[in-house]
Nanobody, 121 residues
Framework: VQLQASGGGLVQTGNSLRLSCAVS????????MGWFRQVPGKEREFVAA????????YYADFVKGRFTISRDRAENTVYLQMNSLKPEDTAVYYC???????????????WGQGTLVTVSS
């Protein structure tokens, strides 16, 4: 399976972006699709995840109320709608496929290449 993340860019504080993750290959109903982010010198951190079968979504506390994860099963695509962006949201964002819901990157076995989000103050 291959994951292709896109949609990053440069935005001002308070604006929005929508990231997409197009998946080629099979995604099983039991899979979990997640978004993570990473800044240089720091560990990759969990942002949000969605169960592919049910659509149930989970979020890190620091994005609750601002970000929304969703999936389009017909398009094999996962989205991350990011609103009210802050400078501290600046990072490379990665999508990933996992076999169980977890906030640890090690639980995900397929990764996209990442897309850079830069939020200016």
């Amino acid at each position: 399976v291959q994951l292709q993340a896109s949609g990053g860019g440069l935005v001002q504080t308070g604006n929005s972006l929508r990231l997409s993750c197009a998946v080629s290959g099979r995604i099983f109903s039991s899979n979990v699709m997640g978004w993570f982010r990473q800044v240089p010198g720091k560990e990759r951190e969990f942002v949000a995840a969605v169960r592919w079968g049910t659509g149930a979504a989970y979020y890190a506390d620091f994005v609750k109320g601002r970000f929304t994860i969703s999936r389009d099963r017909a398009e094999n695509t996962v989205y991350l709608q990011m609103n009210s962006l802050k400078p501290e949201d600046t990072a490379v964002y990665y999508c990933a496929r996992g076999v169980s819901l977890d906030t640890l990157p090690s639980a995900y076995n397929s990764w996209g290449q990442g897309t850079l989000v830069t939020v200016s103050s």
